[in-house]
């Protein structure tokens, strides 16, 4: 059974930081490019941050560049997204997805929210 289990969100006060983390099983998970997705109310689901099955290559939105990073640990199969200096347009519900592009399969976690308040 495939799982994706975000966790690490919550109430941040702006200019704080968040880490979050996917933990993943079910599948092989060193194969699998991930990503961090997120939604905030009313607009639509963007694209985060990537990271390659090898952790060698990853991708960030402008938004977030300089203040996020995207990591793996193949031997724990989880993903991580460490947010820093945060600011209220970071209110969302963050997804992590797993995408092996070669057979078109993916997965999605079932989101995690963060909430970047005074």
């Known amino acids: 059974q495939v799982q994706l289990v975000e966790s690490g969100g919550g109430l941040v006060q702006p200019g704080g930081s968040l880490r979050l983390s996917c933990a993943a099983s079910?599948?092989?998970?060193?194969?699998?490019?991930m990503s961090w997705y997120r939604q905030a109310p009313g607009k639509e689901c963007e694209l985060v941050a990537v990271?390659?099955?090898?952790?060698?290559?990853?991708n960030y939105a402008d938004s977030v560049k300089g203040r996020f990073t995207i990591s793996r640990d193949n031997a724990k199969n989880t993903v991580y997204l460490q947010m820093n200096s945060l600011k209220p347009d970071d209110t969302a519900v963050y997804y992590c997805?797993?995408?092996?592009?070669?057979?078109?399969?993916?997965?999605w976690g079932q989101g995690t929210q963060v909430t970047v308040s005074s």
């Open positions: 997805k797993a995408a092996r592009t070669s057979v078109g399969v993916e997965y």
């Open positions: 990271i390659s099955s090898g952790g060698g290559n990853r």
């Open positions: 079910g599948f092989i998970f060193s194969v699998y490019a």
